[in-house]
């Protein structure tokens, strides 16, 4: 076959390209190859929607211009003929004119490190391609496929319902929550507070003035299409232009793979290191793209998109007769919760069948269903019944090699007939499930007996399953209680899984398969009470009937406060007023630079790292000569090759390369240097290590029985613990978990190193947020002095503590091969790299113990911190003493003691993370106190209350609390969420409903404000002032979303008392400020802003006599003038924190300069019978000082609210027992999606309470909001005790244990009821379980 040439449009140019390799993404196309890197890479596996572009293309099924939303990570170039790309370039720019999409996200705050901001964009942007008018359900749902670490979503939300038809802020005319005009309607606070953004300054869409599509491409739509061939490195890609040529295509090559979306396809070859050598698309195929309307279904070609499925089947749903449509409501309903809109537009149905995943979602809905799958091979047609032959092994269909699928007939539903799907995965969005399912039951016409059943799991076994020994048994049975209870009996010994099954969560998986039949048992008791059929069956108590009902979204309402800046302050001064992200505009049209966007330097290189995949090893022997053998091989890189020196870390306990031994899976052994990152992966994967196993600990309790520490036990004690125990009326002990948390910043870490050909110097751009320690490690391991080496950080996609220390991991070993090779080196981590090799937030275990009197007052309390420190130090001493400093939380215990270990064992080292201990100390305090509450009887709130701090008290660390702004956050949360009546409506709700609870919680948060490591409180700034009056600023901090580059212009701005608009931070540089602090311990606006202030002055000081001279200035005079008198316009400035300093030994001494105060207060809904959890309300009050821009802070608060949320309740990393991570990319790891916030969202910052100790009165905010998200975890608690109570005779223990985070699993584990307990799996002594608590 001669190879075709490929052409495409992208944003109105027309691309040909004549050697198309099908191993090319759309991604790496658009921004190696056209140098458009706007759009970006946060996972490579359509899991966070960076990466998302708009495709159109002409349809030749439909008859009609599509616009889709699609994912470039996993969209090969070949796949694209004839299509046209839109990307975000290609809608606006700052340059010419914003889009109102990308203007409305930029003014409404919702872009702060802007990684995600161009995926989100263009995702809305699609949406409004389609509908100009979208609904507030459209506009959420459009965003299913798309991930945001730093907002907490909610702006993101809020700007874009300006679009919305039913109910944006932009005309007030809904009479909706959201609506700005109606938020001060009742409510005298709301009218004093002004808005975070103007929807009147937002320009309007126009939809005529969208770019038009190619018309070369439209002329296209009637020509004939023909067979083409693309031919790459190592796959062939043959576009099939009739059935007739596909099928001959499958019997010349029978090995050749049917490729539809590549959804699957794209995985299997990117992280499976699979290799298809021939790859046949059959997408443009009529017959397999054709939807028919038959006597007895719908019949879909196998190459339909999922989103034409769903559309179809909601079309007919709509307007067919209910009883004809159950089935497809199944299929709605997966498909409800199935990939975002990127996925199910190019996803096939076919494609979902055939790939045959044990956890399909399709699957076992069409198995219930008993669609007919059409066949086809060439000469053949046969048609089946999806049956539980159907999938003869794990990843196994019934199709010959020669064969494909053609088509699939979805049944309509007769009368008598009944039908529910159910999934239950981590996430309600955008997630596989745990268990999946379809059931089905035809009666006899006229009566409750049975004729037919079919329940057909996903998740249950290493393929879908029909569970047909159960349901043969119920024919010609009643519904009725005892059919309930005979088939709950008898699914319990169908559906077993092995203790050790693979995706562990046994007990639950086995529960959640009764629970839905439980689910479909009221739902069919329901429509047959409905159909008033109730002769031999049992009524429906209305207690239970909400158990029938599908997760609902509720309208979502929001709510932020702050104070006006004064009456009389200047409108130049932007100090507390919210400014916009001065880099939002940029970030969302694509066109702000991050690390991996900086052009290609001339010869330049890509770096893989080569990791162990042993946890504890020794290293046998490294044999790269098959990656020598890959394209573009260059060198491999080892600690032999290294300069200067191969000890690294913060407590030199590290290598740059391991030599000898492993310690970790995803240890760096070496690096390959190849010409691409793609040949890169191939030969990094292509070196063969042999290693002798050493034994290993994983888990914090193996470190503690094998005494596995680093360094000795860190302790704060006070008080009389003996007496304070002796004195208790109560003394209750307990234990807590809590797990660890991938920092998931959406850009992974990066480094690009150019050595200047002389004196050793090197240049490196780098994500970090540690330019010093990057500098000091680099030379270290070159050998040459600090000097030479220049670190420069424009942006960063997000850091959170996981670019504090980790990020010289990759620097150092860049660093080290473009020394080698004497070429510039690049290289970013895969996601699934990333999440290996560089750790995350420490896992702690904490047993304590808690004397208090039946008051509720808490009279002695002794906490054993241990945490997983894994492989090395790094700061895990420091995150320990922040637990321990912040053990107490907000409340006074007379008498003390808190401990705290370091475990070492074989993980990858955990790190600094957003909260630095404290978060998990504080959720063990609150753990224990909600204990003192259920013990005594008592209101949590009123326990809680009772032993808070007041002003003037010494912690246990004796550091007095003045300006203790606690108590007014808590008395103005408590009125603002209306807590008291609230719990009655709780209490209410759950005595009305059996198996959905509701829980109710409020939680303080008190947070130290400064590094415990004294020095590093201090920070530097650069000033330049120009001839033309503009000006240079440069300070220690990195900007990585948090707006503290926006905050420094206000500082800036504000002292030389000129407008933001002359004031300009390019980057942060070792060359401009020296010997900076990391950017973190939320710290950076305190410091910085007075080493700014204090070069601003200096200035000014300068300028003074010319001001004299001409009061009237402008600005712009009194710099030429100094510079015509030959006066310096350039100064640096300088800060440390006063009077800092603790003593362990001594219990003496500052640790933290002051503290921020917040309160939250939480509500939630269980599903009992699933896990389930909807975040109802939130309500938080928070004390930042005065802010110093109430967008951006309010932006951290409910951006670091929701990762906590995640931290809480959704974030679990999984590690088999041999510690390799299961979970590395988005697929596995759930962090919080748009669906996952608060319905109802209420940011408050406390007024009049400005902060004397820092910059303009301000409050540092980056980590302190983390820990209220706790308040959903209890208040999740609150909803299982209610759950508990319910079915009291499973539950005799009221202090249940419940470890965070507080995942599906854990509540439905905890929620024990009659199912449960036929859930329970032995487990025989010598299981290895798929996973562990580490
Ligand atoms: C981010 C993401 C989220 C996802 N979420 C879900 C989810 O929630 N639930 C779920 O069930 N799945 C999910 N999936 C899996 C995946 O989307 C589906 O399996 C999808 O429908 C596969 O379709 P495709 O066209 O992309 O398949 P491809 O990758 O193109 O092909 C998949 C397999 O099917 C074969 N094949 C395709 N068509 C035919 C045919 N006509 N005849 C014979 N063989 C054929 C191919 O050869 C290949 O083996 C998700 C995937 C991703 C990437
Ligand atoms: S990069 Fe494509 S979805 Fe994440
Ligand atoms: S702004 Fe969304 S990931 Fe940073």
Redesign the pocket.
Known sequence: MTADELVFFVNGKKVVEKNADPETTLLAYLRRKLGLCGTKLGCG???CGACTVMLSKYDRFQNKIVHFSANAC?APICSLHHVAVTTVEGIGSTKTRLHPVQERIAKSHGSQCGFCTPGIVMSMYTLLRNQPEPTIEEIEDAFQ?NLCRCTGYRPILQGFRTFAKDGGCCGGKGNNPNCCKDQGKDDEQLTLSPSLFNPKEFSSLDPTQEPIFPPELLRLKDTPRKQLCFEGERVTWVQAATLEGLLDLKVQHPDA???????????EMKFKNKLFPMLVC?AWVPE?NAVEHRQEGICFG??CP?IIVEKTLADAVAELPAHKTEVFQGVLEQLR????KQ?KS???????I??A?P????NPVLMAAGAKMTLGSQGTRRTICMDHNFFPGYRKTL?SPKE???SVEIPFSKKGEFFSAFKQASRRE????KVTCGMRVLFKPGSTEIEELAICYGGMADRTVSATRTTRRQLSKVWNEELLQRVCASLAEEMRLPPDAPGGMVDFRRTLALSFFFKFYLTVLQKLGEANLKDKCAKLDPTVASATLLFQKDPPANVQLFQEVPKGQSEEDTVGRPLVHLSAPMQASGEAVYCDDIPRHEKELHLRLVTSTMAHAKIKSIDTSEAQKVPGFVSFLSADDIPGSNETGLSNDETVFAKDEVTCVGHVIGAVVTDTPEHAQRAAQAVKITYEALPAIITIKDAIKNKSFYGSEKKIEKGDLKKGFAEADNVVSGELYIGGQDHFYLETHCTIAVPKGEAGEMELFVSTQNTMKTQSSVAKMLGVPENRILVRVKRMGGGFGGKETRSTIVSTAVALAAYKTGRPVRCMLDRDEDMLITGGRHPFLARYKVGFMTTGKVVALEVDHYSNAGNSQDLSQGIMDRALFHMDNCYKIPNIRGTGRLCRTNLASNTAFRGFGGPQAMLIAENWINDVALTCGLPAEEVRRKNMYKEGDLTHFNQKLEGFTLPRCWEECLESSQYQARKKEVENFNKENCWKKRGLCIIPTKFGISFTVPHLNQAGALVHVYTDGSVLLTHGGTEMGQGLHTKMVQVASKVLNIPTSKIYISETSTNTVPNTSPTAASVSTDINGEAVQEACQTILKRLAPFKEKNPNGPWEHWVTDAYQEAVSLSATGFYRTPDLGYSFETNSGRPFHYFTYGVACSEVEIDCLTGDHKALRTDIVMDVGSSLNPAIDIGQVEGAFVQGLGLFTLEELHYSPEGSLHTRGP?TYKIPAFGSIPTQFRVSLLRDCPNKKAIYSSKAVGEPPLFLAASIFFAIKDAILAARAQHGKYNMNTLFHLDSPATPERIRNACVDRFTALGVTDVPDNCKPWSLRV
């Open positions: 596996e359509g899991g996993l496929g793979k049917l490729v539809v979306g590549n959804t699957e396809i794209g995985i059959p397999l196998a190459a999922l919760w199935f990939a975002g996925i190019v996803a096939s149905i076919g494609g979902n055939i790939t995943s956890i399909s979602d399709l199709l494909i699928l053609l955008d997630d596989i499930a697929s």
